[in-house]
């Protein structure tokens, strides 16, 4: 099987759970550290599904490895591969489709609610799940490409997530690990600190609270839409 491609952007978001989840199910994956100057090499179609990470920058920034992105993404729409997004990542597919990323109403940093569209294909998608909690942590938000439909938002952010096809672009986090949110709400003090009038920022400590519970509760509802995404793995 050809192996599903993941960028990462920043070292702090790495694949989390979503690669764990891969290597699980013996779907091999290959990690493409952006943040360390590699680039997509050969064509898209060396690859079964490309998936790509969060990141504190904006693909409204001019970065010299946005537009070779913004290429890879189009190139696999065209090919029928399909594209998982986290946040940046769900920013970066959008923007690749003709998107608009603009400023969010408020941060959202944290643990928030967000609820499933009642309509038959976000239960596609989600099985029964009517809402759930998820990790959040972003400033800007995504337009839904054409043809996009919009099947989960928050009561903050309207657009947390679109599926098109076989493509699916989350502005949340349902990878994270203990680890990751540890890590996060640490070096995120000053962030945190300065967003924390807004009724969307948890301080670091409510964070953590009830950790444990809160992640392994995220990854049953990874699982349910990882295991939809891998349906349409290119062979």
């Known amino acids: 099987m050809k192996p599903v491609a993941i960028f990462r952007h920043v070292a702090l978001e790495g694949p989390g759970y979503f690669g764990t989840f891969l290597t699980q199910r013996g779907i091999p994956w290959r990690l493409i550290r952006v943040d360390e100057g590699e680039r997509l090499s050969g064509e898209v179609t060396a690859f079964s599904g490309l998936a790509f990470m969060g990141g504190p920058m904006s693909v409204n920034d001019d970065l010299l490895w946005l537009s070779p992105a913004f290429d890879a993404v189009r190139r696999a729409a065209a090919a029928d591969i399909p594209l998982l997004g986290h946040c940046l990542g769900g920013q970066l597919i959008a923007k690749a489709l003709g998107a608009a990323i603009t400023k969010a109403p408020v941060k959202e940093l944290g643990w928030g609610e967000v609820t ?33 439909a919009l099947v989960l938002s928050s009561a903050h952010c309207r657009n947390q997530a679109y599926v098109l096809g076989k493509h699916l ?39 953590q609270q009830n950790l444990s519970e809160r992640v392994r509760a995220l990854h049953a509802v990874a699982d349910v839409l990882y295991g939809r995404w891998i349906q349409g793995l290119a062979d």
């Not at 949110?181 to 670091?204: C, F, K, N, Y």
């Open 169 to 207: 672009g989350m502005q949340c986090h349902v990878e994270m690990t203990e680890d990751m949110v540890r890590t996060w709400s640490a070096s995120g003090t000053e962030e945190i600190r300065a967003a924390l009038a807004s009724p969307a920022v948890q301080s670091a400590e409510a964070m």
């Open 116 to 148: 499933v569209a009642d309509d038959p294909l976000a239960r596609e998608w989600f099985g029964e799940m009517r809402c759930f909690d998820t990790f959040h942590w972003h400033g800007e938000s995504f337009a839904l490409p054409q043809g996009a």
